[in-house]
């Protein structure tokens, strides 16, 4: 069974840093386009970041130059850099894995770690 595990979630100050981890296993990793979204109360799911298997990277407009998305295909784990943390910014952030292999596309998603900016 594909598990993704996120962590590093938490209550940081406005201005502050967080590092999100996302834990791949039971997946060909390196094969994975990988992406952290996030839901505030009410709200839709909304994209913050993707990095694709060939490292290149998308961001929200909304988060560009603060947040930066990186990889470790040795680990099986994807990272989201949050810097100049905003209460906006305050949602769940999700993991998200996607790849297509012979005609099918494969999603799946992690459960979710709370961030949440306020003074």
């Known amino acids: 069974q594909v598990q993704l595990v996120e962590s590093g979630g938490g209550l940081v100050q406005p201005g502050g840093s967080l590092r999100l981890s996302c834990a791949a296993s039971?997946?060909?990793?390196?094969?994975?386009?990988m992406g952290w979204y996030r839901q505030a109360p009410g709200k839709q799911r909304d994209l913050v970041a993707t990095?694709?298997?060939?490292?290149?990277?998308n961001y929200a407009d909304s988060v560009k130059g603060r947040f930066t998305i990186s990889r470790d295909n040795a680990k099986n784990t994807v990272y989201l850099q949050m810097n100049s943390l905003k209460s906006e910014d305050t949602a769940v952030y999700y993991c998200?894995?996607?790849?297509?292999?012979?005609?099918?596309?494969?999603?799946?998603w992690g459960q979710g770690t709370q961030v949440t900016v306020s003074s």
């Open positions: 990095i694709t298997s060939g490292d290149s990277t």
């Open positions: 039971r997946i060909r990793f390196s094969i994975y386009d």
């Open positions: 998200h894995a996607r790849a297509s292999l012979l005609r099918t596309t494969y999603n799946y």
